[in-house]
């Protein structure tokens, strides 16, 4: 499936504070802003896409408003299927999208296995399609070990990793992570990684944000640079080095906002 968008915002209203010189009372008033302003992208079927940028860039509500959570205030959204159609139904859209986010909460009581038959039985999976199937993601994801735990007696990477099995439970073929290896240690992180790398190999579509630049070096096929709200660059991690000729993409990034406030003072 592939991914398209053109022109989406998403705006939002905040409370301003000021402080009244005479008195030194503090006046407060509303106003509005896009934390996603007029973004057109795409993301196609065997890729991963990165969706980079510094905090409050507006990523999250980006593929918020990309797994069809939340809705753009303007602009549209829209996901084909692997004849090109646009896909309406949002029965089919939730059935073929897996979506991580970083508050996502689990059912601490359960334990892992439990967690997925559930959520099998809710996709309609029979049993023993569910039991084929739980099996093939506890050994994708390394979890043997622990895949009869309860999730609330797991470690952070623990836990990641039974977040992410969820997200795979019904075989979707689009993956939107959001910081999926945030804070892990490195056994977790090679897991989620070489699965990223394993379902852009079958065809699957990836998108996903992350703070660690060298793993975006290496991991992603092409990468959107978001800043404000923003794409300020787009291409492969080589086309965006040798555009700023930088060596890296933490450089490229540095180089990459530098130019942005420049063109705007």
Do not use: W
């Amino acid at each position: 499936m592939k991914i398209e968008t053109d022109k989406i915002c998403k705006q939002f209203t905040r409370h301003v504070n000021e402080v009244n010189d005479k008195g030194g009372r503090k006046k407060s008033h509303k106003e509005d802003f896009y934390a996603v302003d007029h973004v057109s992208m795409h993301a196609d079927s065997g890729e991963i896409l990165g969706v980079l940028g510094p905090n409050g860039a507006g990523k999250t509500t980006l593929l918020r408003m990309l797994g069809t959570i939340m809705h753009p205030s303007e602009g549209s959204v829209f996901i084909r299927d692997d004849e090109g159609q646009i896909v309406k139904d949002p029965v089919i859209l939730k059935k073929n999208i897996g979506y991580l986010s970083g508050n996502t909460k689990l059912y601490n009581r359960f334990s892992v296995r439990e967690m997925l038959f559930m959520l099998a039985e809710i996709y309609g999976m029979d049993k023993e399609a569910s039991e084929k199937r739980i099996e093939e993601i506890i050994g994708i994801l390394s979890m043997e070990k622990f895949a009869d735990n309860r999730i609330g007696a797991l470690s952070t990477g623990q836990t990641q990793r039974a977040n992410i099995a969820r997200c795979l439970i019904h075989s979707p073929k689009v993956y939107i992570f959001d910081e999926p290896t945030l804070g892990l240690d490195l056994l977790s992180s090679e897991a989620i990684i070489n699965f990223m790398k394993t379902e852009r190999e079958q065809g699957r579509t990836v998108l996903y944000s992350t703070h660690y630049m060298e793993e975006a070096q290496y991991l992603c096929d092409r990468i959107n640079m978001l800043y404000q709200g923003r794409i300020i660059a787009e291409g492969t991690p080589g086309e965006l080095m040798e555009r700023t000729g930088t060596t890296n993409l933490r450089e490229t990034f540095r180089a990459l906002i530098k130019e942005t406030e420049a063109e705007h003072e």
